[in-house]
């Protein structure tokens, strides 16, 4: 079968899914996002969206939309932040893209004191309204279709069965018609045996088609690369280390690498006004973080002020452990809204 399709599947799979059956957070899960690293985070985007709220004129409506929120911690700490802000936070309601059971549970409980959340299956489930989005770590697990680039062209790769009968890669007996000329042009020079991997445009363009007819901003966050080039980045992830993507379907976590130039250039089509990318760190850093980070860590004892400048350094910094690097910010707006906290050069208006 092809890879997105074994990708769905491990994921998405209505009973043995990863994304459909637990809590794959924390400690006990497989892995660790921003929001679970510091409420800094989650504050930070709170306070990004009242000032895009502010540039939109204030409208006295608001959806706060949130894809795939986790454990709905970071929603928890941006609404905490909002309340700073009264006629936003009686203007927005809250609504959370969740197709996981387990973690539905687990965002009503943390949202319990909040007002007015609403749960849907999918994006285009949400009311019509001016919108604020926030996805963070939601692209990388959409599944991915990859090619690999033979002396006869480049096929489709595909999951098969070796000759143990286990789960092996391969690729399709037959080239893919014209592809040498869909690829960028920066991958049409790639070597024998390269392999190239690309998203169907459909959720960047609805997200871009949402805030370009119906106003509002889309804040896009994950791990990947500013331009398109040839890689294979199919990764697993099972109790916070890496593993093969073929060993265990269904029961690790299995992403790829988000292309930024790709979601850049999709959103644009659909007459979006696209900002940034620019890494994590300097996003954060551009919001304000190490003020913030400074404030909590006067506020506290020895060892939770090591807490934090250890979270602070793990969401801004570089190297191994950090996230501030590897990970990009996109900015997705309404055409009206000329610049976004952030990922602008000016001084940011969230701090």
């Not at 790639?190 to 960047?204: H, L, N, S, Y």
């Not at 007819?213 to 990764?235: E, F, P, R, V």
Request: aromatic fraction near 6%.
């Amino acid at each position: 079968m092809p890879v997105w399709r074994y990708m769905e599947l491990c994921l998405m799979h209505p009973q043995y899914g990863y994304y459909v059956s637990r809590d794959p957070l924390g400690r006990e899960g497989d892995f660790t996002t921003s929001p679970e690293i510091s409420q800094m985070f989650g504050e930070l985007l709170g306070l990004w969206s009242a000032s895009v709220w502010k540039s939109m004129g204030s409208p006295p409506t608001l959806r706060l939309v949130e894809l795939g929120p986790g454990r709905g911690t970071m929603m928890a700490d941006a609404l905490r932040a909002l309340r700073v802000v009264p006629p936003l936070y009686q203007a927005l309601s809250v609504h959370l893209v969740e197709i996981n059971p387990v973690l539905r549970e687990k965002q009503r409980a943390m949202l319990s004191g909040a007002r007015s959340v609403i749960w849907h299956n999918h994006l285009d489930e949400v009311p019509e309204g001016p919108a604020i989005i926030l996805a963070n770590e939601y692209f990388d697990v959409l599944p991915i279709h990859q090619a690999i680039k033979s002396k006869t062209g480049w096929h489709e790769r595909v999951i098969e069965l070796d000759s143990n009968d286990d789960l092996a890669f391969g690729e399709a007996a037959e080239p893919m018609p014209h592809f040498d000329v869909l690829v960028p042009r920066s991958v049409r020079a790639a070597p024998i045996g390269a392999v190239f991997e690309w998203r169907p445009d459909v959720e960047i363009m609805k997200i871009a088609s949402r805030v370009r007819n119906q106003d509002g901003a889309a804040l896009i966050i994950d791990y990947g690369h500013l331009h398109s080039d040839a890689g294979d980045t199919l990764q697993a992830i099972a109790r916070h280390s890496f593993a093969d993507p073929l060993e265990a379907p269904g029961r690790a976590d299995v992403t790829a690498h988000v292309d930024f130039e790709a979601l850049s250039r999709a959103a644009e089509d659909v007459g979006a006004r696209v900002h940034g990318p620019v890494t994590q760190g300097e996003f954060l850093r551009r919001l304000g973080i190490e003020t913030r980070a400074a404030t909590l860590m006067a506020k506290a004892g020895p060892e939770m002020a090591e807490d934090i400048a250890g979270a602070l350094q793990r969401l801004i910094g570089g190297g191994r452990g950090g996230m501030g690097s590897m990970f990009k910010v996109l900015g997705v707006a309404a055409p009206h809204l000329t610049s976004l906290p952030g990922l602008s050069d000016e001084e940011p208006a969230a701090s």
